[in-house]
Structures are given as C-alpha cells and as structure tokens.
Nanobody, 123 residues
Framework: QVQLVESGGGLVQAGGSLRLSCADS????????MGWFRQTPGKEREFVAA????????YYADSVKGRFTISRDNAKNTVNLLMNSLKPEDTAVYYC????????????????WGQGTQVTVSS
C-alpha cells in the first residue's frame, strides 16, 4: 500500500528556494510514476511536475519549467521537488501523487495522494 507524506513546505521570499520531499512509508511506490500538483483556494488542482518510475523521463508545467526540478530515489522511496527562483504565484498547497499510467497521473488521476504541504512565497 502506497502511503505518501510530504514535507519541506514553508515561507520563503520571492527569488528563494525550497525543496519538497515525498516519502512513501508503504515502500511500494517504486513501481509507479510520481508527481507533484498544487492548489490554491478556489482553483482546481494543477499539474506541476512528474517523473517516470525509473526516473528516465520528467515532465513539467510550462509555468515552472527551468525553475523546478523533480527527482526520485527509489532506494529511499522518496521523490523530491527542488523549487528555485520562487514567485508569489507559486504559493499553494503542494501535493504528491503516485500512479500509472503517466498520462493519467499528469491529468490528476493518480491512484495515491498525500495530504499536502503549504508553500508560501512572499513578495
């Protein structure tokens, strides 16, 4: 059973960096694609980034391309999101997700979701 727990959120000034982590305590996510979504009040959850089960391909939303980097460590059952050059519009609750196939996950239909971690970027 996949059990996802996010960490690393917080408050940062514009231009700063944060590193989010998602740990799978069930230790079975190695067979799934994994990704990050974010959501702000009154808006739908939006795709941020995703990575294949073996890390050979990554995908990013246009709004974060060149600033965010997704990576995974299957030995540690974790997926990370390094966020650089943060902007106030990056403020959101960030959710980790796991599932297959990749197109379903990128469209928000992941099988498993964490509870989210708040990221706030001040101007």
């Amino acid at each position: 059973q996949v059990q996802l727990v996010e960490s690393g959120g917080g408050l940062v000034q514009a231009g700063g960096s944060l590193r989010l982590s998602c740990a799978d305590s069930g230790r079975t996510s190695v067979i799934y694609a994994m990704g990050w979504f974010r959501q702000t009040p009154g808006k739908e959850r939006e795709f941020v980034a995703a990575i294949t089960w073996n890390g050979d391909a990554t995908y990013y939303a246009d709004s974060v391309k060149g600033r965010f980097t997704i990576s995974r460590d299957n030995a540690k059952n974790t997926v990370n999101l390094l966020m650089n050059s943060l902007k106030p519009e990056d403020t959101a609750v960030y959710y980790c997700t796991a599932g297959e196939p990749m197109p379903y996950l990128r469209n928000g239909m992941g099988d498993y979701w964490g509870q989210g971690t708040q990221v706030t970027v001040s101007s």
